[in-house]
């Protein structure tokens, strides 16, 4: 019977490379819990994506991976430091309960998770078209494509959101 460690290339490129992923991460966010957390994600996809038999250059792979998985984290982060902003303008009386603000976290997380299953371009043109307010010619022009992409990206968007599994709690 085969060791874990060679019948499994997953377990291979995690006992090899956790500790400098680990380390890698660590220097990014200076938080050694968070770090462990994020290699933790990393390797998760390394799984998801069934392809650990076939990585060449490992480091690569997964600084890769790892900076998909921190770009995720800190746009998480964003989000949520804009809502605890705008919440802190809020006079007392009007404040979300504990409940209301569970639920916000939870819309947001499903949000970040639905924007993460967009392409990068399309993300980026729904979310200018959304968020910022453009029109299309403004985010044809900001990411330097043509008007007809951005209508293709958006399209691309809205059909992600209409087959996705009831991305927002309630």
């Known amino acids: 019977m085969p060791s874990p460690s060679t019948a499994d290339p997953v377990h291979t490129l995690y006992v090899a490379h956790h500790d400098w992923l680990h ?30 038999h076939a990585i060449q250059e490992p480091r690569a ?14 746009r998480r982060r964003e989000l949520e430091q804009a809502w605890l902003d705008a919440l802190a303008t ?6 979300p309960s504990p ?13 970040d998770q639905w924007l993460d299953g967009l392409p990068p371009k399309v993300r980026q043109a729904f979310l200018l ?5 453009l029109r299309h010619a403004e985010i044809a022009e900001a990411m330097a494509v ?4 951005v209508e293709r ?8 959101l209409y087959l996705s599994p009831q991305p927002f709690p309630g």
């Open 99 to 111: 409940e209301d603000y569970a639920l916000v976290r939870e819309a947001i997380e499903a949000l």
């Open 61 to 74: 792979y997964l600084t890769t991976l790892a900076q998909r998985v921190l770009y995720n984290f800190w």
């Open 23 to 52: 380390g890698w991460l660590r220097r990014k966010l200076g938080n050694s819990h968070q770090a462990e957390d994020l290699a933790h994600d990393t390797f998760e996809r390394v799984v998801a994506s069934r392809q650990a």
């Open 90 to 95: 809020l006079p007392e009386e009007v404040a």
């Open 129 to 133: 078209r959304r968020l910022d307010g």
């Open 153 to 160: 990206y958006m399209k691309q968007a809205l059909v992600h």
């Open 146 to 149: 043509s008007i007809a992409t």
